[in-house]
């Protein structure tokens, strides 16, 4: 019965890899967001889809690339990863003219060695 | 650039005591405020939201913005080890993404 949810929680993977991190949310939201909280505790937005549509892309390497199948679901897929990948990457969602009110799922824990 | 400072502590207080966290932003457009909770390992929860001058309480958290300086508070009355996190302000800048700007967070220890 988990608002939002993410697989997988815990990842750790080798420089040169690609993965994907999916989440999900059955809340009804129409927004969806991807989040990166480094070592430092610092959370900053990556990607915000609305409804299947990308609505907000920060400065991201190229090599992050989000996939929304449908407003429910929302996907992260990381070509080539890094040693400063490594961070917990955050999936959230808001309802409906209430972006400001974000739900967030339990965290993707990615170790880049 | 849009930004959300705030002092990354850690703070300590005793219990029962007022903890205040502060933050300061530097978009003058900005329009709301919010204070997340994160507790170590798990994810941010919205505890408090503001959108005008003054002060909004709600149970032992109280919120105060002044948007002339720029900046929001969160007190914490009647502290308990339970309050034992890290906070975060969160700022909707000006502009049509509507989107979180947050802040580094402030670690807060409440002891027993």
């Known amino acids: 019965d988990t608002a939002v949810s993410q697989t997988p929680k815990y990842l750790v993977t080798q420089m040169g890899n690609d993965k994907s991190i999916k989440c999900e949310q059955n809340?009804?939201?129409?927004?969806m967001y991807w989040y990166k909280q480094d070592s430092k505790k610092f959370l900053k937005i990556m990607f915000s889809?609305?409804?299947?549509?990308?609505?907000i892309n920060e400065t991201v390497p190229n090599r992050f690339s989000p996939k929304s199948p449908d407003k429910a679901h929302l996907n992260l897929h990381i070509n080539s990863l890094e040693l400063g990948d490594s961070a917990v990457y955050f999936c959230?969602?808001?309802?409906?003219?209430?972006?400001?009110?974000?739900?967030f799922g339990p965290g993707t824990r990615l170790l880049v060695l | 650039q849009k930004e959300v400072e705030q002092n990354s502590g850690p703070l300590s207080v005793p219990e029962g005591a007022i903890a205040s966290l502060n933050c300061t932003y530097s978009?003058?457009?900005?329009?709301?405020f919010f204070w997340y909770r994160q507790y170590s390992g798990k994810s941010p929860e919205l505890i408090m939201f503001?959108?005008?001058?003054g002060d909004k309480e709600d149970g032992r958290f109280t919120a105060q913005l002044n948007k002339a300086s720029q900046y929001v508070s969160l007190l914490i009355r009647d502290s308990q080890p339970s309050d034992s996190a890290t906070y975060l302000c969160?700022?909707?800048?000006?502009?049509?993404?509507?989107?979180?700007?947050f802040g580094s967070g402030t670690q807060l220890t409440v002891l027993p």
């Open positions: 978009d003058r457009g900005s329009q709301s």
């Open positions: 889809y609305n409804n299947k549509e990308l609505i």
């Open positions: 959230a969602s808001s309802p409906p003219g209430a972006r400001e009110t974000q739900y």
């Open positions: 969160a700022v909707i800048s000006s502009g049509s993404a509507r989107q979180l700007t």
């Open positions: 809340l009804g939201h129409d927004t």
């Open positions: 503001i959108y005008s001058n």
